[in-house]
């Protein structure tokens, strides 16, 4: 071989292995950036996952992100947002205000009885009864199924009036009513299971969704508001005209509204 071959020949063979040097230095490039960028989107997705964590800890939820909820108000409610019920006498010129809780041993007892009675007066316009629900014992004993149980009866508010009325019944009937320390009001299936023994509600759609996905929480918590409004001590609270009256005393008082009694 001619020296000037020679010479041509180590030279190509420098130019191919420095080539070869270059096209493996860039593939290490890549590769480095690569490992870098896949690190760099570890560290934010845990750094995503930590605040999302966080956030999810110290956000509210249950009945303290209800106070945040847009007020939706049952059709047939009454008073500013909502926060009463009138079963009926709406033109009537007496006013028998109503303060119960659902969870109340002594309510369901009392609508058991003389509380059929102040229902059909109203109905029958000889006054207007006005209802206020509250959750003192949901303050007292602890649990939420005094909220969760007026959220539901918003549901059937919504409905109409009579399966309001129906649904108030079932819940304090003897077949339904829980022992006050018993909190099945809390669990929307139990709920739910009352609601199956009202026509108007049993497979009624429109009302489960709104029962398990708490439309009316916030409006709940309206009612709940007005009922500390009215500054009562115990549930129930029947007052004639802004006066308490005790429920010995109401049959009385009921007659003199123009309500015949039993027998």
């Not at 956030?55 to 108000?73: C, F, H, I």
């Not at 047939?76 to 006013?95: H, L, P, R």
């Amino acid at each position: 071989m001619s020296k000037r071959n020679s010479q041509e020949a180590k030279r190509a063979a420098r130019d191919r292995l420095r080539a070869e040097r270059e096209r493996q230095a860039k593939k290490d490039k890549i590769r480095r950036q690569s490992l870098v960028g896949v690190a760099v989107i570890g560290v934010l997705a845990v750094a995503a996952g930590i605040f999302f964590a966080v956030n999810k800890l110290t956000a509210p939820s249950g009945w303290e992100a209800a106070k945040d909820q847009k007020l939706v108000q049952p059709a047939n409610s009454s008073g500013k947002n909502g926060q009463f019920i009138v079963v009926g006498g709406e033109s009537a010129k007496k006013t028998v205000d109503l303060y119960e809780d659902l969870r109340c041993p002594a309510c369901a007892q009392f609508e058991q009885g003389a509380g059929k009675l102040l229902t059909k007066g109203a109905q029958d316009g000889k006054f207007k009864l006005k209802v206020h629900l509250g959750d003192l014992i949901d303050g007292n004993a602890g649990g939420e199924g005094s909220k969760n149980a007026i959220s539901a009866l918003g549901a059937a508010l919504n409905v109409s009036k009579s399966a309001y009325q129906d649904y108030h019944d079932k819940l304090y009937s003897p077949q339904f009513h829980p022992e006050e320390t018993q909190d099945k009001f809390a669990d929307d299936d139990y709920l739910l299971k009352v609601a199956g023994s009202v026509p108007a509600l049993k497979n009624n759609g429109g009302f489960k969704k709104a029962l398990e996905e708490g439309t009316y929480d916030k409006w709940a918590l309206e009612m709940v508001d007005g009922f500390q409004k009215g500054k009562v001590q115990a549930t129930p609270t029947i007052r004639i005209d802004g006066k308490d009256v005790e429920q010995n005393q109401l049959p009385g008082a009921l007659q003199k509204l123009g309500v015949k009694l039993p027998g």
